[in-house]
T-cell receptor, first 114, second 114 residues
Framework: AQSVAQPEDQVNVAEGNPLTVKCTYS??????LFWYVQYPNRGLQFLLK??????LVKGSYGFEAEFNKSQTSFHLKKPSALVSDSALYFC????????????FGSGTKLNVKP | GAGVSQTPSNKVTEKGKYVELRCDPI?????LYWYRQSLGQGPEFLIY????????DSGLPNDRFFAVRPEGSVSTLKIQRTERGDSAVYLC????????????FGPGTRLTVL
């Protein structure tokens, strides 16, 4: 079965500092990995995806993610955090055997302080 | 353009009652997904439609849950004999035929069963 884990419930970072939100995956086969962001009272928004190719994937709002096969990780990063980046972030993986199904992590709350 | 909309935004009902939750996907999106998000958790897959048919309903927890999409656009998630454990935010997402890896989520319906 496919799954993702987000080991941190919350990440605190000062504005202007780099941020990392961690995600590890368990997939039998080549993973399709995603990051979504959820702002209060709004739907999840797609940030970026890794399907194949370059291990460093660039996405919306200046975010990027690094795919690391040996560590089975797909950490979300941003060089300089903004207060407006404060939100709930979800990592997800697409089921290898059933492309209709996505498995989401439990989410990480990012707090960026001025 | 208009995003995915869901109605109602909040629904409070009593145990044992029947509820219907509606999703209006983005126009032209053929794929439609329903998820359930419990407090502190990521979205959990319920059902997937491709056009009018339920292509994958393996995530529905039991036969009290049912969903339809009769004309390939609007979808309704129906829950019979609601239980307190059904309380959650129900999310709908849609994706375009050529971008099946990118889902657009609605704001969700918060269901509370008293």
């Amino acid at each position: 079965a496919q799954s993702v884990a987000q080991p941190e419930d919350q990440v605190n970072v000062a504005e202007g500092n780099p941020l990392t939100v961690k995600c590890t995956y368990s997939v039998s086969g080549n993973p399709y990995l995603f990051w979504y962001v959820q702002y209060p009272n709004r739907g999840l928004q797609f940030l970026l995806k890794y399907i194949t190719g370059d291990n460093l994937v660039k996405g919306s709002y200046g975010f990027e993610a690094e795919f690391n096969k040996s560590q089975t990780s797909f950490h979300l990063k941003k060089p300089s955090a903004l207060v407006s980046d404060s939100a709930l972030y979800f990592c997800a993986v697409r089921d290898v055997g059933n492309f209709n199904k996505f498995y989401f992590g439990s989410g990480t709350k990012l707090n960026v302080k001025p | 353009g208009a995003g995915v909309s869901q109605t109602p935004s909040n629904k409070v009902t009593e145990k044992g009652k029947y509820v219907e939750l509606r999703c209006d996907p983005i126009s032209g999106h053929t794929a439609l997904y329903w998820y359930r998000q419990s407090l502190g958790q990521g979205p959990e897959f319920l059902i997937y439609f491709q056009g009018t048919g339920a292509a994958d309903d393996s995530g529905l927890p039991n036969d009290r849950f049912f969903a339809v999409r009769p004309e390939g656009s609007v979808s309704t998630l129906k829950i019979q004999r609601t239980e307190r454990g059904d309380s959650a935010v129900y999310l709908c997402a849609s994706s375009a035929p050529d971008k099946y890896n990118e889902q657009f989520f609605g704001p969700g319906t918060r269901l509370t069963v008293l």
